[in-house]
């Protein structure tokens, strides 16, 4: 078996499916019971997908991919990843292994500080009330921290009252209270919801106006996560470019995507194929950090890339990620998905802040892979031969026949399903 303490895995992809599994399972000294997990054999079940949803009439599985060869702050990583597009799993980790060369990757975050928003109305005097407010800014924290219960317990709770008006909406004028909220190892959407529902009363009280909504905001801009990475020029040269002509070509889609936002929506999109791949391996809300992600991309009032990507002074290409990531470890589908428990063991992180960063590496990473394809060879070539085998399977093929179709495919430059079938009923016969 090989090393475990290293992702760096040559040759990962072309080894058979039980062999990838075992070697992930020595690395992340699973039980015989989470290995079934894993190949699907005992992951979550109808019964249990009833008690996490209304109306349940079974699953819907997804592949669970491991990218290799991540180095992040110094310590080697494998990266679950549930994800049914093909290419994003094959093209993140060779982009991790060309950052590797450049000492992998770099991280940082925030405390794990959310936002939870209390919307009033009918307020005779906003300025007075917003006064108010924030002078009773302590007796506020200590009724928040009142519901905090176990998040309280560990470190965790209210930390801080900020007011703002909105002096012209569709509805008039309103007071917003926000409370940053420390929800320390949990994504903390419960304990946010619970504690500005019961701040409410006093809140109306304070200011003399009426509470409407009492809610979270995904926008959690206090909770970002940071990656950064240098990737040696040489180490992009392609068959046909040195080095410094690909640098050159990122750096200019990089501009690309900052200044135009038709083009850095599907640039974030990239970044978002590896980060939403990862938080829901790891049973995380995808769609709230979707939603921080591109609402942040906004924040300066146009539409923008979350990555930027430059020549250093030695040439090199540096990449730089920040995003708002509010994830966890504990409570939510974390605690009830078995596939989940199993990946989040597979990575080995032991904070919610770790596995945001952790994120923040692959959305870079995955952004590196998809700017150097697009800007040298075309995003197609390596998307096409996944896509490709995606069809001989569809068309009917099995076993060593997907490769044989998927080659003459390639070789024909033909990838189409009509094909694929054709393909499939004359080959089986040879």
Not at 73 to 80: A, K, M, S, V
Request: hydrophobic share 45%.
């Amino acid at each position: 078996m090989q090393n475990k303490n290293t992702s760096r895995l040559p040759g990962f992809y072309k080894r058979p499916l039980a062999e990838r599994a075992a070697l992930t399972a020595e690395w992340a000294q699973l039980s015989p019971e989470q290995q079934t997990v894993l190949l699907g054999i005992n992951s979550l079940s109808a019964a249990q997908a009833d008690l996490m949803i209304e109306n349940a009439v079974g699953v819907y599985p997804l592949p669970l991919g491991i990218a290799t060869n991540f180095l992040i702050n110094g310590r080697d990583y494998l990266i679950p990843m549930v994800i049914e597009e093909p290419s994003v799993v094959a093209a993140v980790s060779n982009a991790a292994r060309l950052a590797r060369a450049g000492g992998g990757f770099t991280t940082r975050s925030d405390e794990p500080i959310m936002i939870g928003q209390i919307q009033v109305l009918d307020v005779p005097d906003m300025e007075a009330a917003a006064n108010a407010v924030l002078a009773n800014k302590a007796a506020l924290l200590e009724q928040a921290n009142a519901t905090g219960g176990s998040i309280v317990r560990h470190g965790g709770g209210a930390r801080d009252i900020q007011v703002r008006v909105l002096a012209e909406t569709p509805a008039g004028p309103m007071l917003v209270v926000h409370l940053l909220y420390d929800t320390r190892d949990a994504m903390g959407a419960n304990a946010i919801n619970t504690a500005v529902e019961h701040l409410a009363p006093a809140v109306e009280e304070i200011t003399g106006g009426r509470v409407n909504l009492r809610i979270l905001s995904n926008l959690s801009d206090q909770r970002k996560a940071r990656a950064e990475c240098v990737i040696p020029a040489a180490e992009l040269a392609t068959d046909t470019l040195d080095g410094a002509a690909v640098v050159r070509a990122i750096v200019e889609a990089s501009a690309f995507a900052e200044a135009d936002p038709y083009r850095a929506t599907t640039h974030n999109k990239g970044i978002m194929n590896g980060i939403d791949a990862v938080v829901i391996a790891t049973g995380n809300d995808w769609r709230a950090v979707e939603a921080g992600a591109h609402a942040y991309a906004a924040r300066n009032g146009s539409y923008t890339s979350l990555t930027r990507w430059r020549q250093n002074s030695d040439g090199n290409l540096h990449g730089e990620i920040e995003l708002p990531l509010a994830v966890g470890i504990v409570g939510g589908a974390t605690r009830v998905h078995p596939a989940a428990q199993v990946a989040l063991q597979i990575l080995g992180v032991t904070s919610a802040r770790e596995l945001a960063e952790v994120m923040a590496a692959v959305g870079l990473a995955q952004n590196l892979a998809a700017i150097r394809a697009l800007a040298t060879d075309g995003i197609q070539r390596g998307h096409m031969r996944m896509h490709a085998r995606q069809l001989a399977v569809a068309a009917g093929a099995s076993g060593a026949l997907v490769g044989r179709v998927v080659e003459q495919m390639i070789r024909e430059n033909n990838i189409r399903l009509e094909r694929a079938r054709a393909l499939v009923e004359t080959l089986q016969e040879t």
